[in-house]
């Protein structure tokens, strides 16, 4: 199988490599960046939906609600769109980095924006779970000891609903490690787009002058190796995670 | 607002809506497909993965962390790229239907197991002592218990599935959201952005709210009953 070495020898050549390398890179980057930004917004959200239940604050629970669930039931892909179409960029951005050109900087900018907008709303129900399962009774105390309801919310009520939701953050990121393969639909520069891209000029470096089925072979799965091992070490973590958890659980539920 | 609200932008929309019905056609029918495929493999596996058969068991975990640690985009790529350059390509739609039955089989195959394995070990015992061989036992007493445990989670992937058939414009697909976005970029359609967006974000909403609105009420109503009857969330921790 002279075609399979030639595959393979792409996989040596340094320029490829760096390539490659510089997508996972982006890949990661991405995905961190979209689930920090992702848990700060979403739990804004979070709160405004379970909280603002006051006639005068009715009406944000009703739009996060309305933000929640019109993200939750449309596919990314609509949203990487609409993004690339309606959202203004600013021109400061507009210049390249990162060793990318400035349409690739723009692209990028929309479309990781699109993902984030996509998984606050993921990260926003997420949230929602872990204040759910804090007992009632946190708040009862919490107003007897004379805190108003924000002294509530970050001091006693927040810490907990975070520590009850890390297993499922954690998983969240695997979940948008592989939406941000989305992303390679309007060509930004991550991993899935970049071994898009060298499949389609693969012609070039394995030498043989045409793409082969061993190429396909080689490519990706080179890059299912590399998300494998990414999701694989994370969800694994999740895994020890919820075997290990920090702080035991009350033996006594109390509300 | 790229003709959200001028009326020439609408009637383009409601001059070229076949091209909306088309997709939406394709997608439901690469959905169904899809699911009908993921169901039975959710169901072959889940099965497998509570054999309590060693080798078995690890085809299914296999399986299992094999798809769900790889993103859906990638695995369709591969199979397309592969089924082409190989020259046995069959079509994108059915690639679409395959790759994304194989991608959610791995999301049913866990639901199937955790559902299987919340029952109490008592029970499989009872029905062992009754006689039941193992599909008596599965069919007749423990697959009908585990069903409300199995159906909220079922539901929410039957959502993401739906969501998820736009992956196939990656491969120049013939779904809703690909055949929008070739509408609204085409030369003689193109420019109606916002109405042609709105149009196929209220399709995929009108069809997967109600679902997802189903499930979640699904699982409050299950927590409530749980909370009422402590004795299935200790069984659960024991079983681990």
Redesign the interface.
């Known amino acids: 199988m002279d075609t399979l070495e030639a595959s393979f020898s792409m996989l040596t050549n340094p320029g490829v490599l760096i390539y490659l390398l510089k997508g996972i890179a982006f890949t990661l980057v991405l995905s961190v960046v979209a689930v920090v930004l992702g848990v700060v917004f979403g739990s804004v959200l979070a709160l405004v939906r379970n909280y603002c239940t006051t006639k005068k604050t009715k009406v944000f629970k009703a739009l996060a609600t309305m933000y929640i669930e019109v993200f939750r039931n449309t596919p990314l892909l609509l949203w990487i769109f609409i993004c690339l179409v309606f959202l203004p960029f600013p021109k400061i951005l507009s210049r390249s980095m990162f060793g990318l050109t400035s349409v690739e900087v723009k692209m990028l900018y929309k479309a990781a924006f699109a993902l984030i907008l996509f998984t606050s709303s993921v990260i926003a129900e997420i949230v929602r779970g872990g204040l759910n399962a804090v007992a009632h009774g946190q708040f009862e105390a919490g107003h007897s000891q004379g805190f108003n309801m924000v002294g509530i919310m970050i001091y006693i009520v927040l810490p907990q609903a975070y520590r009850n939701i890390v297993p499922t953050l954690l998983s969240q990121v695997i979940t948008t490690i592989k939406d941000s393969s989305y992303l390679a639909n309007v060509a930004v520069i991550e991993l899935m787009s970049r071994t898009k891209t060298l499949l389609g000029s693969a012609y070039i470096y394995n030498g043989t002058g045409t793409v082969n089925v061993s190429d396909v072979f080689v490519l990706f799965g080179f890059a299912m190796v590399i998300y494998f091992i990414i999701n694989f070490a994370l969800s694994s973590l999740v895994r020890y995670v919820q075997k290990h958890p920090r702080i035991p659980k009350p033996a006594v539920k109390t509300g | 607002?790229?003709g959200l609200f001028s009326a020439d932008a609408w009637e383009k929309i409601w001059v070229f809506r076949d091209t909306f019905i088309l997709g939406l056609a394709n997608t439901g029918k690469m959905a169904a497909v899809a699911l009908l495929l993921s169901f039975l493999l959710g169901l072959i596996f889940g099965l497998m993965a509570t054999s309590g058969q060693k080798p078995l068991e690890h085809i299914s975990r296999i399986y299992v962390?094999?798809i769900?640690?790889?993103?859906?985009?990638?695995?369709l790529?591969?199979l397309y790229?592969?089924l082409a350059?190989?020259g046995n390509s069959i079509g994108i739609l059915p690639t679409g239907m395959i790759a994304l039955g194989i991608y959610h089989g791995a999301y049913m195959s866990e639901v199937v197991r955790a559902g299987i394995g919340a029952i109490p070990k008592g029970q499989f015992e009872a029905a062992a002592s009754q006689g039941f061989g193992y599909i008596g036992e599965m069919y007749y007493v423990i697959l009908p218990q585990s069903i409300k445990i199995i159906l909220p989670p079922m539901v929410n992937q039957v959502?993401n599935l739906i969501?998820?058939?736009?992956?196939l414009?990656?491969i120049g697909g013939a779904d809703l959201?690909s055949l929008?976005?070739s509408f609204v970029t085409g030369a003689s359609t193109g420019g109606a952005?916002g109405p042609a967006?709105l149009v196929?974000?209220l399709l995929?909403?009108v069809v997967?709210?109600p679902l997802?609105t189903l499930a979640s009420y699904w699982e409050n109503t299950l927590k409530l009953r749980e909370q009422k009857t402590q004795v299935v969330p200790l069984t659960i921790e024991e079983r681990g």
Do not use: D, R
């Open positions: 607002m790229g962390e094999l769900q640690n790889t993103p859906l985009i990638l695995q790529c591969f790229y592969a350059f190989s959502v969501k998820n058939t736009s992956c414009y990656i959201i929008t976005y952005y967006y196929s974000g995929f909403f997967c709210y997802s």
